[in-house]
């Protein structure tokens, strides 16, 4: 192979960490230093230095720092008032460079560094996150480093070249004293590549980096070097598999190494595994950790070759021969009628505005079934040319029949992901009650949470679901003074997820009144995201409502037939389910009618669960339905012990009931409820699963 003509020693400066943490910081490019060396001649025909100014340096006073300041000429005076924009500097030197007669984006001529990261790790992504286009020659370069391990032989290194230093100590040269440069390793790496050329040394094997992520299909038999792959975790859930890749641009992702991971309800969890064609590759990508898209920092972790093969790999031999079209685009459709065709998707992607082809007509359409051969409502679309990709996805929410469909850009590995999730029977069975997960302790009776008309209470709806109890506090500013010792109480859903409402007991009516007044329609902001949030006063028995699942609080009967279920702002939810309760239908909670003053009766409330301040981890209705009254001494111990599974060993235990449930004396009965009617003695009893009125 015959060398470059022309090579160019690239100095470069970021205004943060220097040396091996080069670029870790996500500090911009403040100094860019161009020596052109004509190989043949051994001689430099041009050099060039530019400082960049930051986009931060007209906001921030210090810019620099103390690591790039010490031992060199640049100062934070010189960088904001010499420095140009990053891309007026690299336009500056292809203007420069043609000007020498030396074709820039030829075969002949190559840049050097010193190592990977300045081209990287710096560079290629700053140009990324600036929207900037780096001319081709940017994409292949030679390292010096590793070009004088290849000169000296690697059995001659005990360990790799680390910088500039050790690379004239292994060459037995002294640091270049006369320089022109603003930092002296510039000049330093001159000489070293001028000893390479003046010692015979062919450039040959240039380093590439990739900017297009190409497709690959991945076999759960594949091996997968788990040195190679690691985990991001925080990727906003709307990111497609070029996103992540531009987040790692500069460093070369495998084919088809990108996986987006999928939750158990088969949507982006934010995570994704990418695998790299090197470890070198993957030791820079962690030094990524916490850098940013946007506004979101990204966390990122080593992960092993199983943890690609879970998500990437797939079984499926349809999978292999739809992926294996060649398509360069793969879009998700979500939402499909269960009976859509592929002559209806093809309709749909070839009418509007701007229609588009699906590659191989009904072949380049994967429909997504259930093991029993029904539809999921998904499918996969395949289309040839990445032009095609703005025009199907500009049909996000149009309509097949009635039903709007959801676009997302797609890779390879979700497609196999996917296909193996909706293959496999256990994707499809209901999960385990949480109430099996509880640690065994007794239960309350409900007056542990406030009961009663007084509306001392306040409700939140609409809270970001990532809202804490912190936050709730910050929302309420010096209303939060007024609440009551273990007085939040956080409601979340069935599945253990919050449901965006809270109750609030506050240390009066008049504070309730006053945190609803001032705080209704109020915004709450939690990161980016800005939500207005609904307060509501209520009383106890409202919360308790809610909290318990419909079931009302005791009251007495006269206050029973005249007071509302629930405060203005409120909502009744429907009843708990009952087990065997079917053929009640009309069951729910009634208001019971006035009667004739009794004797003093025991009662007791349904049990529910309470937690301490500041919230319980779900809402006790999502744990416990109150079970049906078994009949007298036949309470299993089975039961008995589950009764005693259901709250946290830090909650608080009240001692029982003294002298034990009152009996009801049938003498204080009236005659008409002393006894059955003889007609009704020979109907059967009711099972243990049926309800039982009695009317008073």
Not at 81 to 100: K, T
Not at 560 to 575: I, K, Y
Not at 641 to 666: K, N, T
Request: aromatic share 8%; with cysteine.
């Amino acid at each position: 192979m015959i060398g470059p003509q022309h090579v160019c020693a690239l100095y470069l400066a970021t205004a943060g960490l220097q040396g091996p943490a080069l670029g870790s910081d996500e500090e911009e490019v403040v100094l860019l230093v161009y020596v052109v060396i004509e190989v043949p001649q051994n001689k430099v025909i041009g050099a060039q230095q530019y400082l960049v100014k930051p986009n931060v340096a007209d906001v921030n006073e210090n810019v620099l720092s103390e690591q790039l300041t010490t031992g060199t000429l640049i100062t934070e005076d010189l960088v904001k008032s010499a420095g140009q924009p990053l891309d007026a500097a690299l336009r500056s030197f292809d203007h420069y460079v043609r000007s020498l007669g030396v074709d820039p984006c030829s075969a002949g001529f190559h840049l050097i560094t010193d190592g990977q990261l300045p081209l990287r790790q710096c560079l290629h992504p700053e140009a990324c996150t600036k929207d900037l286009e780096l001319p081709p020659y940017y994409c292949t370069f030679y390292d010096v480093r590793k070009e004088v391990t290849r000169f000296l032989g690697p059995a001659k290194l005990e360990e790799p070249i680390q910088n500039i230093k050790e690379v004239l100590t292994y060459l037995n040269m002294s640091p270049d004293l006369d320089n022109e440069f603003y930092i002296k390793e510039a000049k330093d790496m001159v000489n070293i590549i001028q000893r390479l050329v003046s010692e015979g040394h062919r450039f040959e094997a240039p380093e590439t980096i990739n900017l297009v992520l190409e497709p690959g299909i991945c076999s759960k038999d594949d091996e997968i070097d788990g040195n190679c792959v690691v985990r991001a975790r925080g990727l906003p859930w709307q990111s497609s598999d070029q996103d992540i890749a531009k987040f790692f641009r500069g460093l070369n992702v495998a084919k088809g190494g990108v996986a987006l991971c999928l939750s158990p309800q088969g949507r982006r969890n934010g995570e994704a595994l990418v695998r790299f064609t090197c470890q070198e590759h993957r030791d820079m990508a962690l030094k990524r950790h916490k850098h940013h898209i946007g506004a979101r920092y990204i966390e990122v972790y080593r992960a092993s070759g199983e943890d690609f093969l879970s998500v990437a790999g797939g079984a499926s031999c349809e999978a292999q021969a739809f992926l294996s079209r060649g398509a360069q685009v793969i879009v998700r459709m979500r939402g499909l009628p269960y009976d859509c065709t592929p002559k209806q998707v093809l309709e749909f992607f070839a009418s509007g505005e701007q229609p588009c082809t699906v590659l191989d007509g009904p072949d380049g359409v994967l429909f997504v079934k259930k093991p029993d051969g029904r539809a999921t409502g998904d499918a996969f679309v395949l289309f040839a040319e990445e032009s095609d990709a703005p025009k199907a996805l500009a049909k996000h929410r149009e309509l097949i029949g009635s039903r709007y469909i959801e676009l997302f850009r797609s890779t390879t590995a979700e497609v196999q992901q996917v296909l193996n999730r909706s293959m496999d029977p256990k994707t499809y069975e209901q999960p385990q009650p949480l109430i099996a997960q509880l640690p065994q302790v007794p239960l309350l009776p409900q007056h542990i949470i406030t009961s009663g008309t007084r509306k001392d209470c306040i409700r939140l709806r609409g809270l970001p679901y990532e809202a804490q109890v912190e936050h709730i506090l910050d929302f309420l500013g010096e209303h939060a003074k007024s609440i009551v010792f273990q007085g939040v109480h956080m409601v979340y859903n069935a599945q253990g997820q919050p449901s965006g409402e809270a109750f609030i007991q506050m240390d009066s009516e008049h504070s309730a009144f006053m945190a609803a007044q001032q705080r209704h329609h109020r915004y709450m902001v939690f990161g980016k995201k800005q939500r207005y949030i609904e307060v509501f006063q209520c009383s106890g028995e409202d919360m308790n409502l809610v909290l318990t699942g419909g079931i009302p609080a005791p009251v007495s009967p006269a206050k029973a037939a005249t007071a509302a279920l629930l405060s203005p702002g409120g909502s009744m939810l429907p009843p708990p389910y009952h087990p065997g309760a079917a053929s009640f239908s009309a069951y729910g909670p009634v208001q019971i009618a006035a009667a004739p003053p009794m004797g003093p009766r025991q009662f007791y409330p349904p049990p529910i669960f309470y937690w301490p301040y500041p919230s319980p981890p779900v809402s006790p209705t999502s744990y416990y339905a109150p079970a049906l009254p078994p009949p007298p001494g036949a309470l299993p111990a089975a039961a008995a012990q589950q009764q005693q599974a259901m709250l946290s060993a830090d909650c608080l235990a009240l001692p029982p009931m003294a002298g034990g449930p009152v009996p009801l004396d049938a003498r204080g009965l009236p005659d008409t409820m002393s006894g059955r009617p003889d007609h009704d003695k020979g109907r059967p009893p009711f099972g243990h699963s049926r309800y039982v009125e009695l009317i008073i």
